[in-house]
């Protein structure tokens, strides 16, 4: 056993150093997929819900980093709903960065969603400058699916009743979207974990206990253990620590 040499303050003052700890692999030949979550030190996923509860200043910083360096950001229909998703938000520095980077100004939302259950009226659809992406599965409603493309929604269907992996790295390569930040939830993550997809795991561990039945960050109906390995784990004076986990074996 040993002090770790990876941990370090986190430093919300040098916010270029925040960025370059968590830029993307260069040169990428295929998309890769981080993940990010906040769970409590007792493992919970939410407050009554939603996930507001176990945000601290660092987590809230790290979030938007982690928004301002991805492509797409992949999030499951539940979390959506729950969590009341809008369009991701950008300050004018932020876009000028991401663009002088050659990524778009804004990066989209791309929902997952077997069914296609996303209300067109929702603030996926009315509070955001770029339209979503609703990935669905092969047997959503062809009527509500009808109703989100009208809506503005760019369209993506998987091959199965359920949208896998393959499916996401299919669709963000058609759109040229190769960095994937997946922000959950546990759903969504639990399939990507049984589908041996994850590149990265972002996980913030708010100080705090919280019990009662919240559930994990990720649940499936089969195991699959995923070495992995410690980029960096940052403290800040709250207590909270945020982790950054590669694979310790790459999956291409
Ligand atoms: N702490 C955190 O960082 C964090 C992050 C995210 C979420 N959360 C919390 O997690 C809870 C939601 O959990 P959840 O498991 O319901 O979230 P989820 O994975 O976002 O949503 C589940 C729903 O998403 C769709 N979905 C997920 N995986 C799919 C797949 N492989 N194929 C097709 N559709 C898929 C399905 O939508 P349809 O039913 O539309 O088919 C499914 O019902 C909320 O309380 C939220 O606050 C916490």
């Known amino acids: 056993m040993h002090r770790t040499h990876i941990a370090t303050y986190f430093t919300p003052e040098d916010p270029d150093g925040l960025r370059a700890l968590y830029a993307y692999p260069e040169n990428l030949t295929h998309p890769w997929l981080r993940v990010n979550f906040v769970s409590s030190i007792d493992g919970a996923v939410s407050v009554s819900g939603v996930s507001g509860g176990l945000g601290t200043p660092a987590d809230k910083t790290v979030f938007g980093i982690l928004r301002e360096l991805c492509d797409v950001v992949v999030v499951g229909a539940g979390t959506a709903r729950s969590e009341n998703y809008g369009g991701a938000v950008m300050s004018d520095d932020a876009q000028e960065r991401r663009v002088d980077a050659g990524l778009a100004p ?3 939302i791309l929902i997952v969603s077997a069914r ?12 955001t400058t770029v339209p979503p992406i609703l ?28 949208v896998r992996s393959i499916d996401i ?10 960095r994937i930040l997946c922000e959950g939830g546990p759903s969504l993550f639990g399939q990507l ?19 009662g039945a919240a559930g994990r960050i990720a649940t499936s109906p089969h195991a699959l253990p995923t070495p ?25």
Do not use: Y
């Open 169 to 178: 790295e299919k669709a963000v390569s058609q759109l040229n979207l190769p």
């Open 135 to 162: 990935l669905v599965g092969r047997d959503a409603d062809p009527v509500a699916v009808a109703n989100l493309r009208a809506a503005g929604a760019d369209i993506h269907r998987s091959d199965n009743p359920a």
């Open 193 to 211: 974990i049984a589908d041996d997809a994850v590149d990265e795991l972002c996980i913030t561990t708010s100080p705090q206990l919280v019990g």
């Open 228 to 252: 992995m390995t410690p980029a960096h784990i940052l403290t800040d004076a709250d207590g909270t620590i945020l982790s950054r986990w590669v694979r310790r074996r790459p999956r291409h």
């Open 116 to 127: 296609a259950s996303v209300d067109p009226d929702s603030r996926l659809f009315r509070d």
């Open 106 to 108: 804004v990066p989209p």
